[in-house]
T-cell receptor
């Protein structure tokens, strides 16, 4: 079974530029998560999707971050404009369903450096 | 919301010794506690998990214990090997959407 795929793996941009990350979850997984992991810290949830609907985006900085999951499969996370403090690893995870304590499977992450 | 604290932040052990990492959580409604291993440049990988109706779970050299009354859980790795060197994260799941709140991580180094 293929795992969670993410691209690009690395991205370097200058502040105020925009950037987008892509995630393809494990086939059949209804729930998709985006996390931000700052160096030396644990992952922090940004947004959770159930199929193509948003379950929780309370920790997403909506003035600059946006995310979508069209057709309930792939997802994109965008930052516009980027700030220095956005430098982090952006992790995508998926799980079979929500409402129960289901395992989350993580992708390799996208490492973003904002200069 | 949930708060998860993890200790120690770094841990060095000799190959063959045991390693113990401890976490505490704040929300008594949390009922699922996974442990993830993250190697350099990779995403977190689930190594073991425990649900609140179980006090202990073991998988070969790895075990997790849960004390619901005290709201803490621990990861035990026996007969450590150099390939166990990585960052380990505990997490707690709560809320209707079963979201994970992660601890701050423990850098485990197994010295040959």
């Amino acid at each position: 079974e293929a795992g969670v795929a993410q691209s690009p793996r690395y991205k370097i941009i200058e502040k105020r530029q925009s950037v987008a990350f892509w995630c393809n979850p494990i086939s059949g997984h209804a729930t998709l998560y985006w996390y931000q992991q700052i160096l030396g810290q644990g992952p922090k949830l940004l947004i959770q999707f159930q199929n193509n609907g948003v379950v929780d985006d309370s920790q997403l900085p909506k003035d600059r971050f946006s995310a979508e999951r069209l057709k309930g499969v792939d997802s994109t996370l965008k930052i516009q404009p980027a700030k220095l403090e956005d430098s982090a690893v952006y992790l995508c995870a998926s799980s079979p369903r929500t409402g129960t304590s289901e395992t989350q499977y993580f992708g390799p992450g996208t490492r973003l450096l904002v200069l | 919301g949930e708060n998860v604290e993890q200790h120690p932040s770094t841990l060095s052990v000799q190959e063959g010794d045991s390693a113990v990492i401890k976490c505490t959580y704040s929300d008594s409604a949390s009922n699922y506690f996974p442990w993830y291993k993250q190697e350099l440049g990779k995403g977190p990988q689930l190594i073991i998990d425990i649900r609140s109706n179980v006090g202990e779970k073991k998988d070969q050299r790895i075990a997790v214990t849960l004390n619901k009354t005290a709201k803490h859980f621990s990861l035990h790795i026996t007969e450590t090997q150099p390939e166990d060197s990585a960052v380990y994260f505990c997490a707690a799941s709560t809320g209707s959407a079963r979201q994970l709140t992660f601890g701050s991580g423990t850098q485990l180094t197994v010295l040959p």
